[in-house]
């Protein structure tokens, strides 16, 4: 199972990014799918999930309002819009895969490789 994660970049403060993170090996539509993030010198952090179904979604608190989670089953893809980014949102972001809904790192079992998100002030 591979997770690529996309979509990073170096972007002014109040931007916007979206990343991709395109499942290969599996169908994601059994899945939870999460996204997390790791600044320098800080330990990973949950930043979302979203359900199989797409339909319910969940946040850390730092973002609600400012990310979404999507994604297709179709493509097997899941995404994270990013709106009004603030410098403290540098990070690599991570998407994972697991099967159960879960706001920790060992709830999941599949992970991307990562992808750079720097925000400018």
């Known amino acids: 199972v591979q997770l690529q994660a996309s979509g990073g970049g170096l972007v002014q403060a109040g931007g916007s990014l979206r990343l991709s993170c395109a499942v290969s090996?599996?169908?994601?539509?059994?899945?939870?799918m999460g996204w997390f993030r790791q600044a320098p010198g800080k330990e990973r952090e949950f930043v979302g999930y979203i359900n199989r179904s797409g339909d319910s979604t969940n946040y850390v608190d730092s973002v609600k309002g400012r990310f979404t989670i999507s994604r297709d089953n179709a493509k097997n893809t899941v995404y994270l819009q990013m709106n009004s980014l603030k410098p403290e949102d540098t990070a690599v972001y991570y998407c994972a895969a697991g099967f159960v809904i879960a706001m920790t790192a060992n709830g999941y079992v599949y992970w991307g490789q990562g992808t750079l998100v720097t925000v400018s002030s």
């Open positions: 090996g599996r169908t994601i539509s059994s899945n939870v």
